[in-house]
């Protein structure tokens, strides 16, 4: 199934490859828990940016591998490269098109301990062959 998201103004827009029924991780990480982000990591191969490519700004912290990309506009945060994924993409359920979401399924990450969670994530964003 292919979803559509934007950020608030619009000015960047993607889409991305997942099933009708989604599982998504709400991370109580400082940086998370402050956007109030909910993830939905997929592969690279799964995510589209249709629009909008010139209007982001990135913002990096800590080790710099996680790149996290911010409408210059409208500020919001649509979907970033995570460290615990660097060969995907986490996308902010939050920014996502309900209208072609059959059903949800919200898991706890445990962000703040993050060195000893991560690895709990690197399946997500493997593709299915």
């Not at 939905?40 to 249709?50: D, E, H, Q």
């Not at 060969?87 to 993050?114: M, P």
Request: charged content about 15%; proline content about 3%; glycine content about 6%.
């Amino acid at each position: 199934m292919r979803h559509q998201g934007s950020c608030h103004c619009g000015a960047v827009q993607f889409s991305v490859d997942a099933p009708e029924t989604i599982t998504v991780q709400s991370c109580n990480c400082s940086l998370c828990e402050k956007l109030g982000y909910i993830h939905l990591i997929v592969p690279k191969s799964a995510f589209n940016l249709t629009h909008g490519k010139d209007n982001l700004t990135t913002y990096t912290f800590n080790t710099g591998v996680a790149q996290h990309y911010f409408c210059q506009s409208c500020g919001v945060k649509s979907f970033y490269v995570p460290r615990s994924n660097p060969d995907g993409y986490s996308i902010n359920f939050r920014c996502l098109d309900r209208s072609t979401i059959k059903d949800v399924v919200h898991e706890a990450f445990d962000g703040q301990n993050w060195e000893q969670n991560a690895a709990s994530l690197s399946h997500l964003s493997r593709d299915i062959v």
